[in-house]
């Protein structure tokens, strides 16, 4: 084995380090978005479960569970694509204020760095990579509508 791996405990206690770490950024980061998905989650499927092809297909004997995962989920799923799409701006938003106060190294830290010192080609090129990594997860999104309901088209 090569000198580097030949110790493979440093590896291990080094990854272990490092998720110990990121408990805590990554419980602020979240937490503030679990409320609002688990009661967009509950009131999609409560507004689905009202409609007609469930009632429909309860009476042509499926199983709860197929129903459940089959026809409601799929249906109430688009509220809660929409809304996953729009969080991760606020994600990298708050990412710069967490990776500041853990004293993570990261890009949000760095254009905290850069606008302390004036710096604006790091802050152009920053805020074009978010503006680039947030595009992206909105047309992400919009092909995840057509994965879930066919029923939507891309044009």
């Known amino acids: 084995a090569p000198p580097e791996f030949a110790d493979r405990s440093i590896l291990w206690n080094s990854v272990e380090q490092i998720i110990q770490q990121l408990i805590m950024p990554l419980t602020c980061l979240t937490l503030c978005g679990i409320a609002g998905f688990c009661r967009q989650t509950r009131s999609s499927v409560l507004e689905v479960l009202g409609q007609d092809y469930v009632r429909t297909a309860r009476a042509k004997g499926l199983k709860e569970t197929r129903i459940l995962w089959k026809h409601v989920m799929n249906n109430g799923l688009i509220p809660i694509l929409t809304m996953i799409g729009g969080r991760l701006a606020s994600l990298i938003g708050g990412s710069i204020f967490v990776e500041n106060v853990f004293n993570i190294p990261g890009m949000g830290n760095l254009m905290v760095k850069a606008v302390n010192t004036m710096d604006i080609p790091v802050i152009q090129a920053l805020v074009l990579i978010t503006a680039a990594v947030i595009s992206v997860a909105y047309i992400i999104t919009d092909l995840l509508y057509v ?9």
Do not use: E, G, Q, T
């Open 147 to 155: 994965a879930v309901d066919p029923r939507i088209s891309l044009s």
